[in-house]
């Protein structure tokens, strides 16, 4: 069953600060999305990566993409994203040839997931699963509060979650695509991972293990951790 990653990397990265759209920013020398592109496509499954661009860096990812040569097994797409992640998820979607049953969906902000972790997720659907999320146990302690009004405001704790049942979750995330599809065309409101749209229509989420590499570039100090894990393996 040929397997397809759709890379959401339209977003601007207002967290990681001022500069160029988060995806097109360089770690250790090569543009984020790259990293992200090629990670996905070190799986032999993966026959084809949709990437859904910044709608003004649609020319700039692909020349990007044609110029960092992918396995010869593996096709690419450019679509140009939109407002909301989930939009440009759709998007992406919107763009897959009909072959493909299963799809991935990967942050391009988790440029250094490992290969094993993606293979990993393909597994789990091809075994049936119609929706997999990679997931690692929290080093944490979380509490709910009782959001400020002003932030930084002192915030009321109102409860301790058990930490032993709490998951934080990953991509990429695996899918049937057509339960995605019908996911994206029938959940409204706001998610903030494609997995929770699948929750909402009744059906059962599995996670596997994760990998603290596929932790996600957010803010400033996540571009020293990508450039330190990318400096190890070029050991
Ligand atoms: N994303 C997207 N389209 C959007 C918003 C986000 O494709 N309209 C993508 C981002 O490019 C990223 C992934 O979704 O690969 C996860 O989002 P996040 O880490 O929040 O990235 P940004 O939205 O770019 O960052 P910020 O929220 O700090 O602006
Ligand atoms: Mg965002």
């Known amino acids: 069953i040929p397997v397809a990653a759709v890379i959401p990397a339209a977003g601007r990265g207002v967290r990681l600060g001022p500069g160029a759209p988060k995806a097109l920013r360089a770690l250790s020398g090569t543009p984020m999305l790259i990293h992200a592109v090629h990670a996905l496509a070190a799986s032999r499954h993966v026959s084809l990566v949709v990437v859904v661009a910044p709608p003004e860096g649609a020319a700039e990812a692909k020349t990007l993409l044609d110029a960092h040569a992918l396995p010869e097994r593996t096709d690419f797409l450019v679509v140009p994203g939109g407002d909301t992640r989930q939009e440009s998820v759709r998007l992406g979607l919107d763009a897959l040839p009909p072959?493909?049953?299963?799809?991935?969906?990967?942050?391009?902000?988790?440029?250094?997931?490992?290969?094993?972790?993606?293979?990993?997720?393909?597994?789990?659907?091809?075994?049936?699963?119609?929706?997999?999320?990679?997931?690692?146990?929290?080093?944490?302690?979380?509490?709910?509060?009782?959001?400020?009004?002003?932030?930084?405001?002192?915030?009321?704790?109102?409860?301790?979650?058990?930490?032993?049942?709490?998951?934080?979750?990953?991509?990429?995330?695996?899918?049937?695509?057509?339960?995605?599809?019908?996911?994206?065309?029938?959940?409204?409101?706001?998610?903030?991972?494609?997995?929770?749209?699948?929750?909402?229509?009744?059906?059962?989420?599995?996670?596997?293990?994760?990998?603290?590499?596929?932790?996600?570039v957010t803010r400033p100090l996540d571009l020293v951790l990508a450039e330190a894990v990318l400096a190890r393996r070029r050991l």
Do not use: C, N, W
């Open 99 to 216: 072959e493909y049953e299963i799809v991935l969906v990967h942050d391009a902000a988790r440029p250094l997931v490992p290969v094993d972790t993606v293979d990993a997720v393909i597994e789990a659907v091809r075994d049936g699963a119609p929706a997999v999320v990679p997931a690692l146990p929290l080093a944490d302690t979380v509490k709910e509060v009782e959001p400020a009004a002003t932030p930084g405001d002192p915030e009321p704790v109102l409860s301790t979650p058990d930490r032993s049942r709490l998951r934080a979750v990953q991509t990429p995330q695996g899918f049937d695509r057509a339960t995605l599809v019908r996911a994206h065309e029938t959940v409204t409101g706001d998610v903030t991972d494609d997995a929770s749209m699948i929750e909402r229509l009744g059906l059962t989420v599995v996670a596997v293990p994760g990998h603290e590499e596929a932790f996600k």
